[in-house]
């Protein structure tokens, strides 16, 4: 491993129903990048960011100004992101679109990754879709990503895979892709700031 400064990687978990899966996701995931000792974890839980559904607005109210003191910075000093989202209707959460709208410049020239879950397609059709968001936002998405087909029956009643082995492997792809391009774009954004 790297003896550069840790990466900080924000974990986010993009679905805020009261009946959802992500955080027991989201937690087996943190759990396994926090062993590397070359990231920094920050899990940022969107159910616990009260962020306005009639933004982004140009001059936010007093109360979006004080929700979004709290999550720019974080979102800011991330290094990359890992998205827990799920799949509805073939598309992605719409309190996670909504949270990447009231943040720009956070996003920019920095990786992504994806951890998805849901039916039989696994969530991958949230996460093509949010590629091509984040790819607007100056983002770089990784290609590997850890998929879930079949959500909450893939695990087990203590909130772990009922195939380590697969889902293991699959995240640790993804994390060595991530810290790769974090490692690279945090050297481009220290020697030219990124301009979009």
């Not at 070359?38 to 009260?50: C, F, H, K, R, S």
Request: proline share 7%.
């Amino acid at each position: 491993m790297s003896t550069q400064q840790p990466l900080r990687l924000a974990v986010i978990i993009g679905s805020i129903r009261d009946v959802r899966f992500g955080p027991t996701i989201a937690k087996w995931f943190t759990q396994l990048a926090t062993a590397r000792p070359d990231l920094d974890i920050d899990v940022i839980d969107l159910a616990d960011v009260p962020l306005s559904t009639t933004g982004p607005t140009r001059e936010p109210s007093p109360e979006m100004t004080a929700v979004l003191a709290t999550t720019r910075p974080r979102l800011a000093q991330a290094d990359a992101f890992v998205i827990v989202t799920p799949e509805y209707n073939h598309s992605f959460p719409a309190a996670l679109k909504n949270a990447i709208d009231w943040h720009l410049v956070e996003w920019q020239a920095k990786p992504v990754g994806f951890v998805s879950y849901g039916g039989i397609a696994g969530g991958l059709r949230a996460v093509e879709q949010l590629r091509q968001v984040f790819a607007e936002l100056h983002a770089v998405t990784v290609r590997d990503t850890v998929s879930f087909h079949g959500g909450a029956a893939t695990f087990d009643d203590d909130g772990h895979p009922k195939d380590p082995e697969g889902c293991e492997s699959a995240a640790k792809a993804l994390l060595d892709q991530l810290t790769w391009w974090a490692h690279a774009l945090r050297q481009a954004r220290t020697q030219h700031p990124y301009g979009a």
